[in-house]
C-alpha cells in the first residue's frame, strides 16, 4: 500500500500522505470506493503533506509536457526530496501516482522509493480518484473556479502546442493528399466506365477506337452528336488522342457509318455534364498528384527518391506519420499493410505474407518469383534508413535516396547475374561525402560574396608561403648532409687513431 500520493493538477504539485495503512484499505476495497464520493469520509483516508504552486502559465505548460513525456522535471524532484520522509533501513517509502513512465523517472531518481501506479493497484487508482475530485476542497487556498479556469487554459496552450510541434514536416498533408488520391483513382475509374456504358448507346464504334478512360471522356465532350461530326474536326479530334491523325481519321469514318441510336438533346446535355464532371476530375487529380510530389521532396526526398512519390506516401499514411515510420523496424516496414494476412497466417500456422505496400514497388515487380521475398526484406531494410534520415536530417537532400536505390538495383543485379554489390559502408560513405561537398560547395559561394578581398593576392600569397616552406626544407637537408659528413669524417679519424694504439698493445 502507497504511504503517500503525487497529484499533478493544472495549479501546481501536491503531495498527500494516506492516513489508513495498508491492510484495513487493502481488505476494505469497496468501502473505499463508496468513501471516495463522500468528502467526510474521504477527508479521514487522506491528508494533505504540501503543495507548490506553478508561478507562471509557461511554467505550467513546461512541466505538463515533461509529465506527458513520463520525465521528472527539476522542480517535481525537489518537492518530493523536501517533502518525502527520510528512508529507514528496515522499509521504503512507497509513493503512489497515475502516469506509469513518470514513476520509472521518479523511481531512477530516488533509491529509497517505490512507485506504484493506477495500474498495479485498484486503491491506487480509487484514492487519486478521490483526489481529484474533491481537490478544491482539500487545498483550502484555493477558490471554487480556480481549477477550472486553470484546467482551460492549460488545456488550450498544452494542444496549441502539441498541433505547432514540428509544422515544417507536413507529413500530415501528405497523408490527406495521398488519401484523396487514392479515393479519386476509384471514382474516375468508376465514373469513367459509366460515361463509356452511357455514351456507347450513341457511338458504340468509338469505344474499340479509345481505350484510355480519361481520353474517351474527352472525345465524348467534343464529340457530342455523332451526326455533327466531319472532316473539319479532324485536327482537334488528332489533338486529344495525342496528335495520332490515323485514330482521328477512324473516329469520323465510324461516326458516319455508326449503328448507334439517336440521342435527345436534354440526354446528351446530361451526358456530356457527366463527361465534363470526369475531365475535370482527372485534372484534378494530376494537379494533387504534382502536389505530392512537391511535398514529399520536402519531407520525406530519400523515401521519395528510393521507393517513389506515391508508395512512400502511402507508408507514411499507414505509419500515421514520418516519426512513427522512422521508429520502425525493417521487419515491420516489409509488412505494412498486410496485417490482415499476417495475423490470419498466424492464426491458422500458415505462412506468413512476404511483402504489404513494398508489393507496388517496381523492384518487387522486377525480381523473380524467388527473390520476390529477398528484395522485399532487403527494400524494407533500405526504406527504414531513409524514413530515419527524412525524419531526423534538418536540411532535405536526395543523395542517401539516390545511393540507397543503386544498392537495391545491384542487388537485384546480384541475383541475377551474380555480381558483387557494393558494401552499404562504401555507399553511404560516398552519399555522406556528396552532401558534404554540396555544403562546401554553398559555404565557398557564400565567403566569395562576403570577402572582398582579389581571389590573386590570395593565390601570391598562398605561393609565397610555399616557396618559404620549401627553402626551409632544403636548407634543413643540406644542413642534416654536412652533420653527416662530419660525422663520418670524425668517426673515420678516430678509427686511424685507435690502430696504432692497438699495434702497441700487441707489441
Not at 281 to 297: I, N, P
Amino acid at each position: 500500500m502507497a504511504d503517500y500520493l503525487l497529484h499533478e493538477s493544472p495549479i501546481g504539485y501536491s503531495l498527500f500522505k494516506v492516513a489508513i495503512k495498508g491492510e484495513t484499505v487493502g481488505n476494505s476495497l469497496k468501502e473505499v470506493q463508496e468513501g471516495v464520493n463522500d468528502l467526510a469520509r474521504f477527508g479521514k483516508m487522506v491528508d494533505l503533506a504540501s503543495f507548490i504552486p506553478f508561478e507562471t502559465n509557461k511554467q505550467a505548460l513546461g512541466e505538463i509536457n515533461d509529465v506527458s513525456e513520463g520525465v521528472a522535471s527539476e522542480t517535481l524532484i525537489s518537492f518530493l526530496e523536501l517533502n518525502l520522509p527520510k528512508p529507514s533501513k528496515k522499509k521504503k517509502v512507497v509513493l503512489g501516482l497515475a502516469d506509469k513512465g513518470l514513476a520509472g523517472s521518479i523511481k531512477s531518481a530516488f533509491d529509497f522509493v517505490e512507485c506504484e501506479t493506477g495500474d498495479t493497484s485498484e486503491v491506487v487508482q480509487d484514492l487519486l480518484r478521490g483526489i481529484r475530485l474533491h481537490f478544491t476542497k482539500l487545498v483550502k487556498e484555493l477558490r471554487d473556479g480556480d481549477i477550472d479556469t486553470a484546467q482551460l487554459g492549460l488545456g488550450h496552450a498544452y494542444s496549441r502546442a502539441k498541433v505547432k510541434f514540428s509544422v515544417q514536416r507536413d507529413d500530415n498533408h501528405i497523408i490527406q493528399a495521398i488519401a484523396i488520391l487514392d479515393q479519386l483513382d476509384k471514382a474516375i475509374n468508376t465514373f469513367a466506365m459509366r460515361v463509356r456504358e452511357w455514351y456507347s448507346w450513341h457511338f458504340p464504334e468509338l469505344i474499340k477506337i479509345v481505350s484510355d478512360n480519361q481520353r474517351y471522356a474527352e472525345v465524348a465532350l467534343f464529340v457530342q452528336d455523332k451526326k455533327n461530326l466531319n472532316d473539319e474536326k479532324l485536327h482537334d479530334i488528332a489533338a486529344l488522342v495525342e496528335d495520332d491523325k490515323g485514330v482521328a481519321q477512324n473516329i469520323i469514318d465510324a461516326a458516319k457509318h455508326s449503328m448507334g441510336q439517336d440521342i435527345s438533346e436534354a440526354d446528351m446535355e446530361n451526358v456530356t455534364a457527366f463527361a465534363a464532371r470526369v475531365v475535370s476530375l482527372a485534372k484534378y487529380r494530376k494537379s494533387l498528384y504534382q502536389y505530392l510530389v512537391s511535398k514529399m521532396s520536402v519531407v520525406a526526398p530519400n523515401l521519395a527518391a528510393l521507393i517513389g512519390e506515391v508508395v512512400g506516401a502511402r507508408l507514411i499514411s499507414h505509419a500515421g506519420s514520418l516519426t512513427n515510420l522512422s521508429k520502425y523496424p525493417a521487419s515491420t516496414v516489409q509488412i505494412l499493410g498486410a496485417e490482415k494476412a499476417l495475423f490470419r497466417a498466424l492464426k491458422t500456422k500458415g505462412n506468413t505474407p512476404k511483402y504489404g505496400l513494398l508489393y507496388h514497388s517496381s523492384f518487387i515487380g522486377r525480381a523473380g518469383p524467388k527473390n520476390k521475398g529477398r528484395i522485399s526484406r532487403f527494400l524494407a531494410n533500405k526504406c527504414s534508413i531513409a524514413s530515419r534520415i527524412d525524419n531526423f536530417s534538418e536540411e532535405p537532400t536526395t543523395k542517401f535516396g539516390e545511393a540507397l536505390k543503386q544498392q537495391v538495383e545491384e542487388r537485384l543485379d546480384f541475383y541475377a547475374t551474380g555480381a558483387a554489390p557494393t558494401k552499404n559502408e562504401v555507399a553511404m560513405k560516398s552519399a555522406m561525402d556528396a552532401v558534404l561537398a554540396g555544403m562546401d560547395d554553398v559555404d565557398v559561394s557564400d565567403a566569395e560574396m562576403e570577402d572582398a578581398t582579389p581571389k590573386k593576392e590570395k593565390k601570391e600569397k598562398k605561393e609565397k608561403k610555399e616557396k618559404s616552406d620549401k627553402s626551409d626544407k632544403k636548407k634543413k637537408r643540406k644542413s642534416d648532409v654536412g652533420e653527416g659528413e662530419s660525422e663520418k669524417k670524425k668517426k673515420r679519424k678516430h678509427d686511424t687513431d685507435a690502430e696504432p694504439s692497438k699495434k702497441k698493445q700487441k707489441a
